[in-house]
């Protein structure tokens, strides 16, 4: 499975069935799970574990060093899940010792090309990154985030699980679950309704959801007075409890 133009270091553990295209180079200290398939020209580079059924298309470069000026070649790895698909001139970096000395990636996501995942960032499962969206150091991406083509994330910010990010967005500060940011900077449009449905919300819960935004942005509320209405809505609609929870752990405050 492993074309005989291919340069695999002895170090590097791969499973049996993995497909390796001609002329791409796996380094040591790479673990790639099964059934994952890498096209021509790729560099995989370790400390990286990469899980099952991936699709890694050519030219992608997964798991080098961090561009970080600060980087001295100390050991830090890049943890990539199962299902996930890379297209052409995709870059993930690992880690730095600066935060957890790892950048993770979960399962299920599509990282359009030349897409660019930066060292540290945490990126949860079934996200679309369309072509060129670009993520910072240190990103934290929850779970279904969308975003649009040439969007970039600035270091530190979070995006909340939902949340859909506008072709061209520049986002300087937290985007909260559920919340679709456009601009540059990005800011609060409405909420990802289309998004939510695909997903099963019902329209009750995003009669409630719509509420919520605009508790929090539409009502003109001290942010105090705002978490004290969600803090209400929430008792009776679980749904609301992930925007209160992500309002509680932002760092760099709401988008506004």
Known sequence: MIDARAVVSPQAELAADVEVGPFTVIGAGVRIGARTRIAAHAVINGPTTIGADNHIFQFSSIGDAPQDKKYKGEPTRLEIGDRNVFREFCT??????????????????????????AHDCQVGSRIVMANCATLGGHVQLGDWVIMGGFAAVHQFCKIGAHAFLANNAAVTRDVPPYVMAVGQPA???????????????????????????????????????????????AQDHAEVRPLLDFIGAATRSLVR
């Not at 880690?95 to 599509?110: F, I, K, S």
């Open 187 to 233: 800011k609060p449009h409405s909420i990802n309704s289309e998004g939510l449905k695909r997903r099963g919300f019902s329209a009750a819960q995003i009669r409630v959801l719509r509420d919520a935004y605009r508790t929090l942005y539409r009502r003109g509320l001290p942010l105090a007075d705002a978490v004290a209405g969600l803090t209400a809505l």
């Open 92 to 117: 993930v970096n690992r880690g730095t010792t600066y935060d957890a000395g790892v950048t993770r990636v979960g399962d299920d996501n599509l990282f359009m090309a030349y897409t660019h995942i």
